[in-house]
DNA sequence: TGCCGTTTATCAGAGCTCTGATATGTTATT
DNA sequence: AATAACATATCAGAGCTCTGATAAACGGCA
């Protein structure tokens, strides 16, 4: 029935599938960030949460959900998980009853504070060794097929 | 509070973060392949289960969680889903009392010839219009990052 | 022979993600 | 003013993924 292959031979490297290549770098790259994010209790979402609301503060879920191209539900998940640890706060919207906005706790700036050196450490060693042409050429693929017309 | 930027522009296109656009990108293939295979009622880490065992028939659930770089608990998952739809069989390793080997049903092999041809043609619209130094560049990180070496 | 470490499989609990459905509040149309 | 359309939030159910713990079967070594 035969040998497998070892991770970057064959079909596990360069010769595979993007589809599979894709998801295992994506998979690969978020079990090291939260493996270096364990002791501060947060996952990659909820990273990319936290680094949203300081972009962008006072939103609400929904608009989150836009940003990170998830469902409402999922954002929802998400933010209750933040809601619970006590790293974000939310707030009755001003003028829209039916709104909540959502802001940074101090406890959710210093966490975020933390994370964000570790993570952008992760990103810089991601990128290192690589030609200026390469990283550009895979930036604009990133993009590309993030578009719904990629389709 | 300003406005949020549109998907492509800004910290959510070529200027973003990589975690960020890797996530993305992973995300929005995921999405396209299981509209795609939606009235097949395949998932996408089912579809590479089946391609996985189609090219190495007889395996345990324990091998091919190695193979697509996951738990074997996650892939106990994955294959208890396939066994309730009848895409794989499972049988009692012939040398080892505790090894299931696991099979391809008459139906799997259907099911997965019809996912393989709408699969194939995403991932070859997700390179159209590519330099073929752009794809090695593409392919080659793609890989380096998968490897645990490049934490 | 008997114990120890490894491998396989599985149970339990948690977070992320989806589709589908429902309720409520806002805005536009008639 | 009443209705329709839209946005926000949430509940329910499902699949994928993890960590941690347990049990069973195999292999090697004292």
């Known amino acids: 029935m035969g040998d497998l292959p070892a991770v970057g031979e064959g079909k596990r490297g360069e010769d595979g599938h993007l589809g599979y290549l894709l998801r295992q770098a994506a998979h690969a790259h978020r079990q090291r960030v939260e493996q270096r994010l364990g002791d501060l209790g947060l996952t990659l979402p909820q990273f990319s949460v936290l680094t949203m609301l300081a ?60 994370a964000k050196q ?15 042409e390469a990283q550009a050429a895979i930036r604009q693929w990133l993009t590309r097929i993030t578009q719904p017309e990629a389709a």
């Open 118 to 132: 570790r993570v952008y450490a992760l990103e810089a060693e991601m990128l290192r060794d690589l030609a200026p």
């Open 55 to 114: 972009a962008y503060p006072g939103h609400s879920s929904a608009d989150l959900a836009r940003l990170a191209l998830v469902t409402p539900q999922t954002m929802s998940v998400i933010v209750a998980n933040l809601l619970k640890a006590g790293l974000i706060v939310r707030t009755p919207h001003r003028v829209h009853g039916r709104i909540q906005s959502i802001a940074l706790t101090d406890a959710g700036e210093a966490t975020l504070g933390d």
